[in-house]
């Protein structure tokens, strides 16, 4: 199933997407990575909010680590570790995915 078109994706900087995980319809942060792309999904191991402030609206800090809205977590966006915040060593769910024909689909 179709995540979104890899082409919306700006580089480093995370999108939402809406998609079927396991059977549930899910938010997920998208991210660009030049010619690849890592997915998790929109639910900080915090206290279980979404990450963005507005739909689609992430906040980065200054280094381009995803801050969350709710209380400021604070993760890497290469393997979606918590590096400082409440939830310091946990991590968010990647998801997998992979770019085919343009699209941005669920792997596997
Ligand atoms: S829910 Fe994200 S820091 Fe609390």
């Not at 992430?58 to 590096?83: I, M, R, Y």
């Amino acid at each position: 199933m179709d995540v979104m078109d890899f082409e919306l994706l700006v580089d480093g900087v995370p999108a939402e997407a809406e998609a079927m995980v396991d059977g549930s319809a899910e938010s997920l942060v998208v991210l660009r990575d030049g010619d690849a792309v890592r997915a998790w999904l929109n639910v900080c191991p915090h206290a279980g909010r979404r990450l963005d402030w507005a739909p689609g609206k992430f906040l980065l800090s200054k280094a381009g680590q995803l801050v969350c809205a709710a209380h400021g977590a604070t993760f890497e966006l290469q393997g979606g570790q918590c590096l400082a915040g409440p939830c310091r060593g946990e991590a968010l769910r990647a998801v997998s995915v992979q770019v085919r024909d343009g699209k941005v689909v669920l792997a596997g």
